[in-house]
């Protein structure tokens, strides 16, 4: 076996976008990685399980010497990728010919290494054999996996992601708008793409209530946001609602279920539904 000669230190996607809220997710996250071997972060499409992982891995990266590693799955679309996958995500390559199992466990056997398992949902069975193997041969290792339902391996502890705080109806008082998760998302997303945007007495009512109707998940409210760009270019906001899709269309389908709205399969998103003129209309009311 061999790996590529640069220093081993973890590869970590740079974030390119502000990274909002969860203070107490993270600090409980992190308490269970250094409990647990395999910890799973659950929750519906687009909740910001994902995004949650990535933090918690950069906070804990001085913990682990040979590094943290993020192994992305969510593109895949069959089981027999996902050996190869975390192969390359770790920089190893092989031509002995012997299975990449097997690799992956003799060069993790002695290494104090945390890889971030990202996606898993669709891939279940094979990320439970693989994570089940390699906690059991390699005994520094640790995962961070996230996906829509749990990996159901021994000692998983599972964490359920849940969405961004919104202030209850009626609730907001002057001030505190940016106590609440969503709402600076929304700020946040919207003044990138509409530069003097702010959360004001004029505009925060609005903006709780369509944060609410959003349920508070990351995901359409980055959205809804987006859609200032529409506004300031004139584009008809129909068409960039047209174009939100489905947590679920962003990766292949296997197949399985149709997504439930409520349960852990998938999450309606608004937008796309009929309720979307709704929003259209309460994300336009708010930016103009
Ligand atoms: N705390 C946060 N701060 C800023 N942006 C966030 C936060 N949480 C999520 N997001 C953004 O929301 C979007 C959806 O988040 P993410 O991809 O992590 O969701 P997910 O639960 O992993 O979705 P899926 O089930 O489809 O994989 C991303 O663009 C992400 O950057
Ligand atoms: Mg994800």
Redesign the pocket.
Same mark, same amino acid.
């Given at each position: 076996m061999t790996s590529t000669l640069r220093q081993r230190s973890g590869r970590l996607p740079e974030a390119v976008?502000?990274? $909002? #809220?969860?203070r107490t997710a993270r600090a409980d996250v992190r308490r269970l990685l250094e409990g647990s071997r395999l910890v799973t972060l659950t929750?519906?499409?687009? $909740? #910001?399980?994902?995004?949650?992982a990535l933090q918690v891995a950069r906070d804990v990266r001085r913990a682990f010497p040979d590094g943290v590693w993020l192994a992305e799955l969510?593109k895949l679309d069959d089981d027999s990728l996902v050996d190869s996958a975390v192969a390359a995500a770790l920089e190893l390559s092989d031509s002995s010919g012997r299975a990449l199992i097997d690799v992956l466990v003799d060069y993790l056997a002695d290494k104090r290494l945390l890889v971030v398992l990202d996606?898993c949902?669709h891939l279940l069975p094979a990320c439970a054999r693989l994570t089940s193997r390699l906690l059991s041969e390699a005994p520094e290792l640790r995962v961070l996996a996230?996906s829509?339902d749990r990996l159901a391996i021994g000692a998983e502890q599972v964490w359920l992601?849940p969405p961004?705080s919104v202030p209850e109806p009626d609730s907001l008082t002057s001030g505190t708008a940016r106590q609440y998760?969503a709402m600076t998302?929304f700020e946040d997303r919207a003044s990138s793409v509409l530069p003097g945007f702010r959360l004001g007495p004029e505009n925060e009512a609005a903006v709780a209530r369509l944060c609410r109707q959003l349920d508070g998940l990351?995901?359409a409210i980055?959205l809804a946001a987006g859609l200032a760009e529409g506004v300031v270019g004139g584009t008809d906001p129909g068409s960039v609602v047209g174009s939100v899709r489905h947590?679920d269309e962003?990766r292949p389908n296997r197949g399985g279920a149709a997504p439930d709205a409520a349960g852990s399969g998938g999450v309606e998103l608004r937008p796309v539904s009929g309720a979307g003129a709704d929003v259209v209309g309460q994300v336009l009311g708010v930016l103009r």
């Open positions: 976008t502000s990274f $909002v #809220g969860r929750g519906v499409g687009g $909740v #910001g399980k994902t995004r949650l969510a996606n949902e996230t829509r992601v961004l998760e998302l990351p995901l980055e947590p962003r």
